[in-house]
């Protein structure tokens, strides 16, 4: 089945210590998504991918960096965690940027 | 600011249908309202969007109001399974467009046996 997939779906890291969470899809959606949702709050997206084009949200922090080396990955790089970044970060794709987006499990990060 | 409300949580008994209101007073008219639902511990999962007519597919129905300032997603056999976060969201679609999906609170619905 078409999907989106996350690993790791638990991550343990320390503070301060850079983390790379990834996502893949083999849907072949051109626009790629991350979100990040802390305890009881709704998801809050942090940037996309329409194809090779990066678009950042105004309030996403520097600590947080993205890679799209090809169409079916994506990376979420985390280059200093802080306590605060402790969340569970969603992918999501779309065929296009105004399309219905599927959301994979999701990745727990603990920073302790 | 929210463009969405929607009540914080509800109950609803097994085998009953659900129905789920949304206000969306502000809405324009290139806007669409999407409803998604997130089971604890899992992503988000599309349920059903609409315009202006109501919409049914196989998960749900859709009723949007005339004025198109609300609507109503109905399920229309709850099961266990169905307990989850409702989101409606409100956004503009098309193939070149960029229309943010903003959650809100959201619904929590509880089907209890």
């Known amino acids: 089945d078409a999907m989106v997939i996350q690993n790791p779906r638990y991550q343990v890291t320390q503070f301060g210590k850079p983390v790379t969470l990834s996502c893949s899809q083999t849907?072949?959606?051109?626009?790629m998504y991350w979100y990040q949702q802390k305890s009881s709050q709704a998801p809050k997206l942090l940037f996309h991918?329409?194809?090779?084009?990066?678009?950042n949200e105004a309030d996403t922090p520097d600590n947080f960096q993205s890679r799209r080396p090809n169409t079916s990955f994506c990376f979420l790089d985390i280059r200093s965690p802080g306590l605060g970044d402790a969340a569970m970060y969603l992918c999501a794709t779309s065929r296009d940027p105004g399309g219905e987006q599927y959301f994979g499990p999701g990745t727990r990060l603990t920073v302790t | 600011d929210a463009k969405t409300t929607q009540p914080p949580s509800m109950d609803c008994a097994e085998g009953r249908a659900a129905n789920l209101p949304c206000n969306h007073s502000t809405i324009s008219g290139n806007e669409y309202v999407y409803w998604y639902r997130q089971i604890h511990s899992q992503g988000p999962q599309y349920i059903i969007h609409?315009?202006?007519n109501n919409e049914t597919n196989e998960m749900a129905s859709l009723i949007i109001t005339e004025d198109r300032k609300s609507s109503t997603l109905i399920l229309p056999h709850a099961t266990l399974r169905d307990t989850a976060v409702y989101y409606c969201i409100v956004r503009s679609r098309g193939a070149d467009s960029w229309g943010k999906l903003q959650f809100g609170a959201g619904t929590q619905v509880v089907v209890t046996p």
């Open positions: 609409g315009l202006k």
């Open positions: 849907l072949n959606h051109n626009v």
């Open positions: 991918y329409y194809d090779k084009d990066f678009n």
